[in-house]
Nanobody
Framework: QLQLVESGGGLVQPGGSLRLSCAAS????????IGWFRQAPGKQREGVAC????????YYADSVKGRFTISRDNTKKTVYLQMNSLEPEDTAVYYC?????????????????????WGQGTQVTVSS
């Protein structure tokens, strides 16, 4: 059974930091694109950051470049999203997704092609 479980969300003040984790089980991460997407109330889900498990190639949305960092630990089958300088506009449910294809990270992270597997999401709220 393929499963992705997100954790690390919560309430943080503007300018603060959070680290999200996405733990995978049920499959090996030999050749995957894994990404973080977010969905705010009344808005479409959007790609935030993605990474390939092969060579660590990354892709970031313009709105988070310089503030968010995606990384992976293949031995732990976990992908992380370090979020710094958080803004109220970053408030959303954050989802982890994955697809068994490491060659089209831009297509997946831009939303042009949907990721195949999804977690249940974790809430991030940035507010004073």
């Amino acid at each position: 059974q393929l499963q992705l479980v997100e954790s690390g969300g919560g309430l943080v003040q503007p300018g603060g930091s959070l680290r999200l984790s996405c733990a995978a089980s049920g499959f090996t991460l030999d050749y995957y694109t894994i990404g973080w997407f977010r969905q705010a109330p009344g808005k479409q889900r959007e790609g935030v950051a993605c990474i390939t498990t092969t060579d660590g190639n990354t892709y970031y949305a313009d709105s988070v470049k310089g503030r968010f960092t995606i990384s992976r630990d293949n031995t732990k089958k976990t992908v992380y999203l370090q979020m710094n300088s958080l803004e109220p506009e970053d408030t959303a449910v954050y989802y982890c997704g994955a697809s068994p294809d490491a060659d089209h990270i831009h297509y997946y992270c831009s939303g042009y092609v949907p990721l195949v597997y999804w977690g249940q999401g974790t809430q991030v709220t940035v507010s004073s």
